[in-house]
Nanobody, 121 residues
């Protein structure tokens, strides 16, 4: 069982930056691929970014590529999402996800509770 707890959300003006953190319980964190999804009001949850468990390779949705960076610190059981050049359309609840597969795009085994990010125009 893995528990994920997100933090770092908040209110930021357009063009600003935020860094989200996701802390995971359990001793097998390094064997999970991790990722971030987001859900805006009235919309479906959508993929944002993922980082592979073994090579640390990353992949981003087109809407965030070049502005967001996902990283992980296995010693701290934590995955991060650095968000720069934020836009009002980035406003959403951001969810951390963990997968035993090569990517959270294949399947998600665990979800966090979500953290709100609001970007003002």
């Amino acid at each position: 069982q893995v528990q994920l707890v997100e933090s770092g959300g908040g209110l930021v003006p357009a063009g600003g930056s935020l860094r989200l953190s996701c802390s995971a319980s359990g001793r097998t964190f390094s064997t999970y691929s991790m990722g971030w999804f987001r859900q805006a009001p009235g919309k479906n949850r959508e993929f944002a970014a993922t980082i592979n468990w073994n090579l640390g390779s990353t992949y981003y949705a087109g809407s965030v590529k070049g502005r967001f960076t996902i990283s992980r610190d296995n010693a701290k059981n934590t995955v991060y999402l650095q968000m720069n050049s934020l836009k009002p359309e980035d406003t959403a609840v951001y969810y951390c996800a963990a997968s035993r597969s090569s990517s959270v795009l294949v399947e998600v085994d665990y979800w966090g509770q979500g953290t709100q990010v609001t970007v003002s125009s």
